[in-house]
Nanobody, 122 residues
């Protein structure tokens, strides 16, 4: 009932920038959080940044001051502006929608996109 489609990944040199976008669609009325996680090879998936329905934002310490999450102009979209990228930012980035509310009152705890690869290398 929730579909998430990411775009914007790619290869960039250290110090460069990339912008990721995600659009959520489906039969949901509202959600609690929308944001980004990432998973590097051999590591667990970790939070990057998210915003809440109340428009508060939260960032991982490792990306504070470099990454900015924002709502997109279209409804149910999110952008992640990534600046000053480092090789350690290399990972698959996943869009996440948390606690989507369905019309029948049920909640979907967590929905994920397919992921987009970000590679930071010279």
């Amino acid at each position: 009932q929730v579909q998430l489609v990411e775009s914007g990944g790619g290869l960039v040199q250290p110090g460069g920038s990339l912008r990721l976008s995600c659009a959520a669609s489906g039969n949901f009325v509202s959600f609690a959080t929308m944001g980004w996680y990432r998973q590097a090879p051999g590591k667990q998936r970790e939070l990057v940044a998210y915003f809440t329905a109340g428009n508060t934002t939260n960032y991982a310490d490792s990306v504070k001051g470099r990454f900015t999450i924002s709502r997109g102009n279209a409804k149910n979209t999110v952008n992640l502006q990534m600046n000053s990228l480092k090789p350690e930012d290399t990972a698959v980035y996943y869009c996440n929608l948390g606690l989507a509310l369905l019309p029948d009152g049920r909640r979907i705890v967590s929905s994920w996109g397919q992921g987009t690869q970000v590679t930071v290398s010279s």
